[in-house]
């Protein structure tokens, strides 16, 4: 079983005493007693992220937001800082499996920001990831099971909020499909897409959950 902690790099910098720029980056941190060996690869992993997230926002983001800023006299009009917040959420933690994910939101000006999205599903007994394949052991065309159960989802879904789809999302979630977006639950698997890669912005990242069970 593992227990998180959670750390936290943040700051808001500035041009001219003018916050231009902030970011919080939340990391997990785990202890387990499956393995102490696991745990600290595993957190080794998640703080080089961070500090690369870290270093990322100083030397790309915030220039940018300097070149920005830099223009407007007086404050007018008005600087909204620009942002980048990366938050994470663990969505299963039984025995010596932990799956979470990362939800990277960025806002450099513009009508709205965008979020990307990763996601690890850990085994705490070797350190190491688990792929979605290893779910589907017997099904060597499980990707197929998983679309048309995706289709089916968005059919349904389709029925109560028309166009909150793209109308060719049945070739789209195939083409846009990517074995590593995927978190687990405890009543199954959830396969989630990125902005715009089936449906508009306004659908946010679309989920499908799948549960265990195995396909014929």
């Not at 109308?167 to 902005?195: C, M, S, T, W």
């Not at 306004?202 to 265990?212: H, M, N």
Request: aromatic share 18%; with cysteine.
């Amino acid at each position: 079983m593992q227990t998180i902690f959670q750390k936290l790099l943040e700051n808001a910098m500035t041009y001219h005493d003018m916050p231009v720029f902030i970011y919080k980056i939340y990391y997990p941190c785990f202890t387990t007693t499956c393995s102490a060996a696991a745990a600290e690869s595993i957190n080794r992993h998640y703080t080089e992220n961070a500090l690369a997230a870290e270093t990322h926002c100083r030397t790309v983001l915030y220039p940018q937001a300097v070149e920005t800023a830099r223009y407007i006299v007086d404050k007018k009009p008005p600087f909204n800082s620009y942002t980048f917040d990366s938050v994470y959420q663990v969505t299963y933690n039984q025995n010596c499996v932990t799956s979470l994910y990362f939800d990277s939101y960025t806002f450099m000006g513009g009508a709205h920001g965008a979020t990307f999205r990763n996601s690890d599903t850990w085994d705490f007994s070797t350190g190491s990831r688990m792929a979605l394949k290893d779910f589907y052991p017997h099904g060597a065309s499980f990707t197929e099971y998983l679309f048309i159960n995706i289709e089916q989802q968005i059919a349904e879904r389709l029925k109560t909020t028309p166009g909150s789809y793209f109308d060719n999302y049945a070739q789209l979630l195939r083409d846009n499909f990517h074995p590593e977006n995927y978190f687990l639950k405890p009543e199954g698997i959830v396969i989630y897409y990125q902005q715009y890669d089936i449906a508009p912005y306004s659908t946010g990242l679309p989920e499908f959950l799948i549960p265990f069970s195995r396909p014929e």
